[in-house]
């Protein structure tokens, strides 16, 4: 399922493997538990304000820091898809994440081309996170549902794609930046 115009070009990029190259170690799970937490979300879709961006990103490192971190990458996603402005979102990932930055590129062209899209709001349903190490360095992994309405996207030349919508598990693997997290690299889990 195709659920949005920045997912489905995202997903046709070659995704970046959190573990890296085969001399990197394997990924170990520090904490048994995960934290979980449902997410909570309106009942009805609310289109993302087109004069400013989301507040700014949460800081801290932690469990739940990661689930604020996807919230408001997502929250991002929206603001970019309905304005066209991506540099909130590039902002919120490492620049070597080759999801983020094709959804990104996918937004920027789409705009480019004055291009229009209409729906295609992304909600987070359902989020655990965990803490990942990898060699001396912490990351976190979040698993996550996302709903998507259906989007349509205009092309000038009267071209139309129309993307049904829908939810998808996700794994978002973060790191720490800054003050906060940041996005990696994600992708689709598989069925």
């Not at 993302?48 to 490192?61: Q, V």
């Not at 092309?155 to 998808?168: A, F, I, K, L, S």
Request: net charge negative; glycine share 6%; proline share 9%.
């Amino acid at each position: 399922m195709k659920p949005s115009a920045l997912v489905a070009t995202a997903m046709t990029v070659s995704l970046l493997s959190i573990a890296g190259c085969s001399e990197d170690p394997e990924p170990e799970i520090a904490s048994p538990t995960a934290a979980s937490s449902p997410l909570q979300s309106s009942t009805a879709p609310t289109e993302p304000t087109a004069t400013a961006p989301p507040a700014a990103a949460p800081e801290g490192e932690s469990r739940k820091a990661a689930m604020a971190a996807v919230r408001h990458y997502f929250d991002l996603v929206n603001y970019a898809t309905a304005t066209g402005d991506i540099d909130p979102l590039r902002a919120s990932t490492a620049p070597n994440c080759a999801a983020c930055s094709g959804g990104a590129e996918a937004l920027d062209q789409i705009y480019a081309q004055d291009g229009e899209i209409d729906g295609g709001v992304a909600t987070l349903e359902r989020a655990s996170a965990r803490t990942v190490k990898i060699g001396d360095d912490v990351r976190y992994l979040v698993e996550a549902d996302v709903t998507t309405e259906p989007q349509v996207v205009t092309y000038p030349e009267g071209e139309v794609d129309r993307y049904p919508g829908g939810t998808v598990s996700y794994q978002f693997f973060l790191e720490p930046f800054e003050n906060g997290l940041r996005i990696l690299d994600w992708n689709e889990t598989p069925s």
